[in-house]
T-cell receptor
Framework: DVKVTQSSRYLVKRTGEKVFLECVQDMDHENMFWYRQDPGLGLRLIYFSYDVKMKEKGDIPEGYSVSREKKERFSLILESASTNQTSMYLC????????????FGPGTRLTVT | GENVEQHPSTLSVQEGDSAVIKCTYSDSASNYFPWYKQELGKRPQLIIDIRSNVGEKKDQRIAVTLNKTAKHFSLHITETQPEDSAVYFCAAKGTYKYIFGTGTRLKVLA
């Protein structure tokens, strides 16, 4: 059974802080994704990675960076948190060769005050 | 850029009735179309998917249809039950990226 975990379920940070969100998957998946979920906007892709040390910008990368030093771990970094980054953050992973089902982590609800 | 439009944004049906949610995608290279169900406070879970070489797929009360020419795909839920109440997301996958619709909040009224 695929397991995707995220470092925190709830996080409260102050404006300007550097924030790290971690995602770990245990199924040796090549591809990993970070989304943010906001009411009425669905899931929007921030960054994804298709291999260790590889990363690609998604649709809303501004204000974020990522790191993938190990295959099982994909980190999202908010360099200087702002209030408009208050959101639910979801990590997901899939194998690179199919099937293509994305497995999601439980999400991190980040509040920036 | 690529996008996926999803309608309606909210849908209320009586228990036992059918529910239909529709999506339209823009990237003609999309080849995989999953549907996710997200209950309150939980992660999205895949409920059904369809690949571009198939027109229809059914799994018990849930079915998905795909019209590649029109770039439309739809989710059909028959004999709805209160536990079907959730937010449903469609998505279209290209080479790596998944583009999600904005979600449909389905309420099944007992």
């Amino acid at each position: 059974d695929v397991k995707v975990t995220q470092s925190s379920r709830y996080l409260v940070k102050r404006t300007g802080e550097k924030v790290f969100l971690e995602c770990v998957q245990d199924m040796d998946h090549e591809n990993m994704f970070w989304y943010r979920q906001d009411p009425g906007l669905g899931l929007r892709l921030i960054y994804f990675s298709y291999d260790v040390k590889m990363k690609e910008k998604g649709d809303i990368p501004e204000g974020y960076s990522v790191s993938r030093e190990k295959k099982e771990r994909f980190s999202l970094i908010l360099e200087s948190a702002s209030t408009n980054q208050t959101s639910m953050y979801l990590c997901a992973s899939i194998t690179g060769t199919g099937p293509y089902e994305q497995y999601f982590g439980p999400g991190t609800r980040l509040t920036v005050t | 850029g690529e996008n996926v439009e999803q309608h309606p944004s909210t849908l209320s049906v009586q228990e036992g009735d059918s529910a239909v949610i529709k999506c339209t995608y823009s990237d003609s290279a999309s080849n995989y179309f999953p549907w996710y169900k997200q209950e309150l406070g939980k992660r999205p879970q895949l409920i059904i998917d369809i690949r571009s070489n198939v027109g229809e797929k059914k799994d018990q009360r849930i079915a998905v249809t795909l019209n590649k020419t029109a770039k439309h795909f739809s989710l059909h839920i028959t004999e709805t039950q209160p536990e079907d109440s959730a937010v449903y997301f469609c998505a279209a996958k290209g080479t790596y990226k998944y583009i999600f619709g904005t979600g449909t909040r389905l309420k099944v009224l007992a």
